[in-house]
């Protein structure tokens, strides 16, 4: 039987499709709990609960949605221009060594209203600076975003490292981090925010920087969907020769692209080191900028479903970790396994059950009518 | 039947220990390694494990995965009511001193890192003092006059390993050439076997043939092809000569296992003091390690001249340079 159009209604496309796939994760999830001789639905409980009920694990989950918010919107503008930036989490990296060299530079002179809007243009250009590079690259040269983008993964790493070890680490002491920003010089933390309202709310690393991220999203859809530029980009992902014909660069575009893709990266900086850490340290991006792969997948590189999957994950990590804290059964690595089903699922099976759905939905119609 | 006696016999014991037992809610909080990464977090297991093991005395544990859950880890202990509080790894200083001040009846241990805090306990080992010993005998068994070091992540930690086993091969032969590789600038480097025997293999291919691994579980790649090429390799940590006998010259012993140990039951005993602990040679924090699996290795001139160095490490006839004093290798 021949695809009949492959008509899915949009709210089975963009709503139902990701519940069935979030569903059978936890489904084999629970699967695997029920082996190791655990109860599923407690675990479920637990994850539940931790993720957004005890004291301060929402204000915990919104602070990882916050990193996978900026990480995925930077998967998913890339990817609108058709490359696949495996490099989120090296872009990350160095946007956070932006926001903290100009915080450590700084911090002594400037009040925290100049400070803010100079770290974040730091975490952006130190971001956008890192992703010019592959893109440079893959628009001039043709070397394959994939590849470069890991390669510069593993340069950031290294980077760091040599940073946090020889020039930055405040002497005398062992642990490879630069000294403690001036406190003024922190972005408030949300609890501390909704107190001068007079709202108590428990004590959490969110800040404000959960702000910053709403308004990227908007500004990732106006650009994509509302102006020339957005037009280019989506234009030339989906087809190079087309764009060339209708006067698109598509080399500029891929540049700037990658440029837009890494600063939203490098905010993940602005939340880590800004608002949490405080410092300059080692291993912040945590492996947000590869989680932020999956968001975007899942989303469907829209700002409203980024937000969305970068909730699910958040409360996957923060769920996670209060599972794991209340029962020894459950070690870290089976909260990667499960975190890794979702993946699995939501991103590589993505589409496993879409002609199931598809089939679902054509049945309704008689078969007479089908004839004709 | 004989189970049945054993029951009893535990219960009594656990009876024995109960006023204090059911006080005592130990907690403890590993770091990114996770616990079961040969080396450092894992001796920090096998002390608590043993401590749970003697008195039944179950404690609360968790692995941090990323940055931001060190405070949140040790935050939760502190307010389920957990006391003694460890803290596994330099990392975790940061999170331990806010959560300690913001819970002063709470006892904290620290390790590989000082906290500055009344209710705080911090324990830190010479690290180069005990690869100094082990660089006199790599240099003593070396017939090449050239020896080899490979890190885990270069780190400040790892380079002190690397300058006190450079300033113990010098010690013996001035001449000796040391080479020191790194694994990698990530914390993969600390399980990344595959790139440990690599570049073992490369200095022995520049003329080593004796090789000191301080790198977790990269280290099991270093001995492996220490092996199959016929040199010597130098375990970290925990003692790691069984691993190879007749490859595995020796270990450079860090007792985090004991410190571990010690920091429960020295909370159950009420011999736990806050303050710094810095654990080098004369306190048997670290040492090297000599047992059947290498005793055939070490020659009576090898075990008198390290035995020698170490006598005069404690006596302070010997200074070795800490790499972390100036971030510098100088001596």
């Known amino acids: 039987m021949a695809n009949p159009g492959g008509q899915l209604p949009a709210w089975a496309d963009i709503v139902m499709l990701p519940l069935i796939n979030v569903a059978m994760a936890f489904i084999v999830s629970g699967i695997i709990i029920a082996a190791i001789g655990q109860n599923p639905f407690e675990a479920v409980r637990i994850m539940i609960l931790g993720a957004f009920s005890y004291d301060g694990a929402l204000g915990y989950t919104l602070y990882y949605t916050t990193n996978f918010v900026f990480t995925g919107l930077a998967v998913a503008v890339a990817f609108h221009a058709g490359l696949f930036n495996i490099g989120g989490e090296g872009q990350a990296y160095i946007g956070g060594l932006g926001v903290g060299l100009a915080a450590l530079a700084l911090d002594g002179s400037l009040p925290f209203i100049l400070l803010l809007p100079v770290t974040i243009a730091a975490a952006a250009l130190f971001g956008a600076g890192w992703a010019f590079i592959p893109g440079y690259l893959q628009a001039k040269r043709g070397s394959h975003i994939v590849i470069t983008t890991i390669m510069f993964n593993f340069i950031a790493a290294a980077l760091m490292v040599y940073l946090m070890t020889q020039v930055l680490i405040r002497p005398g002491q062992m642990s490879p981090e630069s000294r403690v920003l001036a406190e003024h010089a922190w972005l408030p933390f949300m609890h501390e925010a909704l107190g001068w309202f007079g709202i108590a709310a428990a004590r959490s690393p969110l800040n404000l920087s959960l702000l910053w991220a709403l308004a990227c999203c908007v500004l990732v859809w106006l650009l994509i969907w509302h102006t020339r530029l957005g037009h280019e980009i989506r234009t030339v992902g989906s087809n190079q020769t087309a764009a060339v014909y209708a006067g698109i660069r598509p080399d500029r575009t891929i540049i700037v692209a990658m440029c837009i893709s890494g600063g939203l990266a490098g905010f993940v900086g602005v939340n880590e080191i800004l608002g949490v850490q405080h410092r300059l340290l080692l291993d912040f991006s945590a492996g947000y900028g590869f989680t932020g792969i999956a968001v975007a997948l899942m989303g469907r590189n829209h700002p409203v479903g980024i937000v969305l999957a970068s909730l699910l994950f958040g409360a996957l990590y923060q769920g996670g970790a209060e599972l794991a804290f209340e029962n020894a059964a459950f070690t870290p690595d089976l909260i990667v396994v499960i975190q890794g089903l979702v993946v699995l699922f939501s991103g590589a099976l993505g589409f496993m059950f879409r002609p199931y759905l598809e089939r679902l939905f054509a049945r309704p119609v008689p078969p007479a009518l089908a004839e004709a | ?331």
């Open chain 2, 1 to 331: 039947m004989k189970q049945g006696m054993a029951i009893f016999a535990l219960a009594m014991l656990a009876g024995a220990g109960a006023a204090s037992a059911a006080d005592l809610k130990p907690a403890v909080v590993f770091d990114m390694g996770g616990k079961f990464d040969k080396s450092f977090n894992e001796g920090v297991y096998n002390g608590v494990e043993k401590f749970r093991q003697e008195t039944g005395i179950k404690y609360r544990e968790f692995e941090v995965k990323n940055p931001t859950q060190r405070e949140q880890a040790v935050r939760k202990m502190a307010e389920r009511g957990s006391d003694p509080v460890l803290g596994v790894g330099f990392a975790q200083a940061p999170a331990i001193e806010a959560v300690a001040k913001d819970f002063p009846d709470t006892r904290f241990t620290i390790i590989d890192m000082v906290v500055d805090l009344p209710n705080v306990q911090s324990v830190v080992f010479k690290e180069h003092e005990g690869s100094f010993l082990v660089g006199v005998l790599a240099a003593a068994a070396s017939k090449t006059a050239k020896v080899g070091f490979v890190g885990g992540m270069d780190i400040p930690l790892i380079r002190r390993f690397a300058c006190g086993y450079e300033q113990g091969v010098k010690h013996v032969d001035a001449d000796a050439d040391v080479y020191v590789n790194m694994t990698g600038t990530t914390p993969a480097a600390w399980n990344d076997p595959t790139k440990g025997s690599e570049l073992a293999r490369s200095q022995f291919d520049r003329g080593a043939d004796v090789v000191f691994a301080a790198a977790g579980g990269t280290g099991i790649g270093v001995y492996q092809a220490a092996k199959d090429n016929g040199k010597y390799a130098i375990g970290v940590d925990s003692n790691q000569n069984h691993l190879h006998p007749g490859t595995m010259l020796t270990s450079m012993l860090k007792r985090v296992d004991v410190a571990a140990y010690n920091t429960f039951s020295g909370a159950r005993d009420g011999k736990w003091q806050p303050g710094i602990q810095v654990l080098g040679l004369a306190e048997g924090g670290v040492d090297w390690a000599l047992d059947e699996h290498n005793a055939s290795l070490i020659t009576p001139e090898m075990k008198a001249r390290v035995e020698s160095a170490k006598q005069d490490i404690i006596a302070g006839r010997i200074a070795v340079h800490d790499y972390m004093a100036d971030n510098e290798c100088s001596y």
